[in-house]
């Protein structure tokens, strides 16, 4: 999934770590991505490539978007910001 999106490994396990993602496991601990996660992770790397914005403001971003029950998905991106 990483080179599908051109990210480092790493990159998904921090965001995991910092709750931005939350893949589901395997039986054998594999990481298992939904396609909500998988819409999650394009408006997280929306955010970031395209926006600028920083660890901190993916979080306030996705914490909002979880509070207010938004969804701010690629197909959306050009109503940005919502």
């Known amino acids: 999934m990483a080179e599908q999106y051109a ?3 790493q990159t998904l ?3 995991e770590r910092e709750g931005l993602l939350k893949p ?4 054998g ?3 298992l991505y939904t396609g909500e996660d998988l819409e999650r992770l394009e408006v997280i790397l929306h ?4 926006l600028g ?4 403001g993916r979080r306030h971003h996705s914490q909002h978007a979880r ?12 109503s940005w910001p919502p």
């Open 53 to 56: 914005v920083n660890l901190a």
């Open 24 to 27: 589901s496991r395997s039986e």
């Open 67 to 78: 509070e207010d029950g938004a969804n701010c998905t690629p197909r959306s991106r050009n």
């Open 47 to 50: 955010l970031t490539r395209d």
């Open 29 to 31: 601990n594999t990481r």
């Open 13 to 15: 396990r921090l965001y």
């Open 7 to 9: 990210i480092h490994p």
